[in-house]
């Protein structure tokens, strides 16, 4: 089993940046695709973005492209999602996400096997 704790949520002005960590327990994750789930107030989860275990195959929400990165820690057994030039819709619950084995279907939730309970992030306008 793996747990995954996320930290660095708060409260953040529009045009501001946040960075959020995720930290991963029970077993190292090194071989694990990781990724960002989030879910804003009256809508669907939606999937933010991924990385693969080694550090490629990154994948992008189209509308957080140029402004959030995704690195990890190996080392650390940890993913982050750094976001610059935040807006009010970015505001959510955002979920760390990580699995062993992956389809192309990665915006799917189901294909996630773990999650973290989720940290909020609020962008004030």
């Known amino acids: 089993q793996v747990q995954l704790v996320e930290f660095g949520g708060g409260l953040v002005q529009a045009g501001g940046s946040l960075s959020l960590s995720c930290a991963a327990s029970g077993r190292t994750v090194s071989s694990y695709h990781m990724g960002w789930f989030r879910q804003a107030p009256g809508k669907e989860r939606e999937f933010v973005a991924k990385?693969?275990?080694?550090?490629?195959?990154?994948v992008y929400r189209e509308s957080v492209k140029g402004r959030f990165t995704i690195p990890r820690d190996n080392a650390k057994n940890t993913v982050y999602l750094q976001m610059n030039s935040l807006t009010p819709e970015d505001t959510a619950v955002y979920y760390c996400?990580?699995?062993?084995?992956?389809?192309?279907?990665?915006?799917?939730?189901?294909?996630?096997?773990?999650w973290g309970q989720g940290t909020q992030v609020t962008v004030s306008s």
């Open positions: 996400v990580a699995t062993y084995y992956l389809t192309n279907y990665y915006y799917a939730q189901h294909n996630w096997s773990y």
């Open positions: 990385i693969g275990g080694t550090g490629g195959s990154k």
